[in-house]
């Protein structure tokens, strides 16, 4: 059996309200879950590679690319302890210029001193933005 | 316009991964993967409640600055994005938050997440409020 293809603009339902559909097509495009100790992938969507730049310099590659560069990653670095005292943090590198290309970005992390680069245990990335 | 009314969209091939044509007019996109499993808006000040969520069951206040998010439909494994964010002190700096994983980052199960939310300069944990929401499967 062939493939259906719907297109509407709406999605209702009986009792929990309707959607425009342009909210399901500008949903989360790209996700990544990983060690960055052990460069192992936990979990992710649409994510093709990722490059282990060096101590706490990461570039992830989208297997479908953006449109443009215009989008928007937001990522955590989780701490080891839930006291404040071992925290880490996560950004887009711009070291050398703009890192957020159609196809992959670069990600800094930083260790508990919040000062320089480090590999933690679970780092989460997501993007929101328009696919090529 | 165009409306479908339904309360449930399955996909054909696999009943849990239907395609959404992206905005380039070509590359598809997964709908079940662009979506948010969970979120919770928790106020963590005084007696610790709930204000809004999807797919939680409960907060839990395990103290000081941290507790945990307990999800109502499980994800389906520990390899699910967790996002938190919380509010700024009064001038809008010196506050942040975390999921917490533990030294080998297996803290987070299938059905609950930790996060803390501390002052940056005393490296202390104070109650506060929590953004939180997840990406990843449903089991």
Redesign the interface.
Known sequence: ?A??K??????????AG?LDTSY??????W???W?GSTNVI??S??NSSLTDNGNGDFTPAYT??M?DKAYSP?G??????????N???TKVMRQGGESLLASSLRIAVTNSS?ATLGDR??I???LAG??? | ???????K?TG??TAGSIL?????N??????Q????KQWSYVNDTGTSAIIDSFNTTSWTD?GT??GTVNIASNMG????????STNADNDGRNR?C????????TTSTAGLY???R???TA???EDGYFYSNT???LA
């Open positions: 059996m493939l259906g719907i297109k509407a603009d709406t999605l209702e339902h009986s009792t309707s399901v097509v500008n949903g989360t495009k996700r990544i879950n060690n936990n979990g969507f649409n479908n690319t449109a937001t955590q670095a989780h701490m080891f302890n839930d006291a404040g005292t925290n880490s943090g919040w245990v679970s989460s990335w997501t328009d696919l090529a | 316009m165009s409306e479908i009314k339904t309360d969209l054909t091939s959404v044509t992206g905005e380039g070509s590359t598809t996109t997964n709908l993967q662009g979506l948010a395990n600055g941290n494994n520990v390899t699910y994005n967790i996002s938190v942040t975390g999921v917490f994983t533990g030294t080998n980052g930790r996060i803390s501390w002052i940056i490296n202390s944990l990406l990843g499967d």
